[in-house]
């Protein structure tokens, strides 16, 4: 019999070693400091005890779609596609910028941009907004100033501006 209750106690006490350590109250143990390399047990996310998972939210988020900013008086367009800044007006000629530099915080964003010899910004800052000839409101007010020359109105979206109704 005796032979017997040994092999039981040898197998019940192998079968234990292949477990994996649980630590107090539950989950498993860190491994002792001198365990070999590669044994170490992660706490499961949001573990009691333990750092909780944060999901950091990135302000630019919502401004690294396409935009288009339109504005009256004098009548003016600037479409951001891809990152690139291009400002037509009736009576000038188009402006264009490669890859503008983006800024964001929370509901406001900023572009900055060389077109030719000038400084161009654009900012959109999400606020309530009416273009004062249409019955529109847009989600943004825009400014963009290009050298000394600013020119105000309003911002949305290109896929939620390719759904409005033509004016």
Known sequence: MRPVVISLFA??????AA???EAPGGGDAMPPADAPAGTEVLPPPGAPGEPQPTT??????????????????????LDIKGGALSLTRPDDPAVTTGKAILQ????????SAVAG??????????????????????PYVAEVKLGDLVLKGCGVSASEFAKLPPQ
Do not use: N, Q
């Open 11 to 16: 197998a019940t006490v192998l079968a234990l």
């Open 19 to 21: 477990c994996t350590p």
């Open 56 to 77: 950091a939210t990135d302000p630019a988020a919502p401004f690294r779609e396409d935009f288009v900013l339109i504005g009256t008086e004098p009548f003016w367009r």
């Open 104 to 111: 964001a915080a929370s509901g406001a964003a900023t572009w």
């Open 117 to 138: 010899d000038k400084a161009m910004t654009v900012a959109l800052t999400a606020k309530r907004c009416s273009d004062g000839m249409s019955d529109r409101t847009y």
